[in-house]
């Protein structure tokens, strides 16, 4: 183990590839940071650079365009509410109420900091358990995965439980958005109307874009009397985490960091469901649910600590079994195939070099990223002295072409405009958005796992429903969805008795 | 609170309409799945009724008074059209609708200027010059360094879109 750690240190280490290691450090915080260009995205983009690499110094190249750019999504959520990838939806819930109070910096801090832990357990992870953890993720058919995606479900009533009714029915109009298009199993259209741009469905960036960017600056141009509050025009100091104050959310870390991990090795799962998986379990977990939404820290160190960790975790099942866990991880098997290594079981035995160069490159990605973050957060943050009567168009901007260059498509744009608008009026009627995005990003994996169990079972949705796995799980989803319900009765049977 | 009520209504309609929709124009599945239709019908059915809960529990919270269809006849078109909010959500979809065919270069350029001025920016020089540097400086950005091409519109604007590509 000691040998195989040294190794991977020593491949890192030579300047080539240490450089390398920067340059796809800085390239992923970019690309993560500009709306539209995801994580998968981002590694795609990388791609022709890696050609010109041995297969090593590719593998470690992607991998730290992989990292960063899960981390650089989040400076974008922060500072303008336009998630930069999908799995940093989840902290604009807190981050930008924090920017907001002005505490733009220290949401920054949490988030960078909070990336590299998360980053930096996950990897540790998959250099001691990769072989192990495999083992586990085959343990999970679509039986568990459908429990595992209805868990993230079953948290919707922790997102705003005063309204309780407002939030199920957000949550479920996200899951009926995610019905549209072709049906993921008999491949028949559904809700298309004849409409062939709705068969592949809805995409979720532009509704993600649209209800948190768009909306806010609709809110903005209502009421711009708040202009004051929003930090535009001050200055932008970003700090990292104190020990004390990393010590107060020391378990918020530890529990995204375990989820993330576990999420990111489940095919098909990745880093967006284990970021709103993290976020909605530390609601649920907190003494204090209520500050959740409106700044808390903890919502941005789960969100952040659990989409970095996923990207060690989707590397375990590429790396110990072949099979990518994301689309991010099947670009680079691709990249790794085109230079003809033979990526499964006996990659760990016969070239260990692999798992040690990945491993090294994933820790001194996750260091020196703190550091290249920092630096661009710093430049992003200058646009904020921008007054919001440009920046305001700016943002519509980014957020355009955020969506449009998706799948390069105007109907994509078009799409996050009138999601703007609903969002609005979920604002307006006190509705989650939050939990629409969360509905929609589940709602593939809910149905699709679910509907091939039930097949698979030969219709028999007991059997389905009652496997091991399974069971527990749901068991947990009846907890977490039954608790505030009876949380608030028992507090109202409490006031009517002292009345 | 009308505004609300309206709104759920139109929720309640969509989403009943869109029942009737899957039900009429799908094949019933076999017995040993579920099938392409189901699953959105499940769905549509639990959101009818939280729709039909959300609207009685709105409808008992809310003064007789409040919930009149008269309350709707107080907003005045011309207050409407004045309202930032309404100007704001209109620039907004006329940018999204016009960017097939205006492009990117046209149709951002004037629509910075149009939402920037709606929202307090007068100063013509800065209006028209940070317009100018988002515009052309994105295009450049995505075009040449990212070969994202952004929609390039039709005609003579195809035509500068293609020529500032080339630069």
Redesign the interface.
Known sequence: MGDMLLMGFQIVFTPQTFLLICAGTILGVIFGAMPGVSASMAVALAMPFAYAMSPIVAIAFLVAVYCASITGGGITAILFKIPGTPSSAPTTFDGYPLAMQGKAGKALGVSLVCSAIGGIVASIAMFLLSPQLANVALKFGPAELFAVSFLGLSVLTALDSDNLVKTLISGLIGLFLATVGMDPLMAVPRFTWGNPALLSGIEMIPIMIGMFAITEVLKQTQKPAKLADTGSGSKVKTSLLSLKEAWSIKWTIVRSSIIGTLVGILPGAGATIASFLSYTTEVKMSKTPEIFGKGAIEGVAASETANNAATGGSMVPLLALGIPGGNAAAIMMSALVLKGVQLGPLLLKTQPDYLSSVFASMIVTNIIMVIIAMAIAKVFSKILKVPYSILGPAIVLFATIGSFALQNSTGDVILMAVAGILGYAFVKFKFSSAALVLGLVLGGMTESNLRRAISLANGDVVAVLTKPITATLLTVCCVMLLYPIIKSFISSKKEKATA | MI??LL??AA?LIF?AY?HY??GAT?PAS????????Q??QL??R??II??V??IV?IYRSTPAEERSLKSLKEIKLPDLIKN??FA??IF??L???S??FAGFLLG?FV??IA??R????RRIK?LAG?SFV?TFG?YLL?ARG?S????RGYGILRSLALMLESI
């Not at chain 2, 076999?30 to 239709?37: C, D, F, M, S």
């Not at chain 2, 709606?118 to 920016?121: D, F, K, N, S, Y």
């Open positions: 505004l609300e709104f759920n929720l989403f869109c929709y899957i799908m076999p017995p040993t799945e579920l099938g392409a239709e699953w959105p769905i549509l639990a959101l939280l729709i809960v959300n529990k930032k909010l704001g959500i907004i979809l940018y999204a609708f960017l097939e951002t629509f910075i939402y920037a709606l929202i307090g920016e800065v940070s988002m994105l995505f990212l994202i091409m952004l929609p």
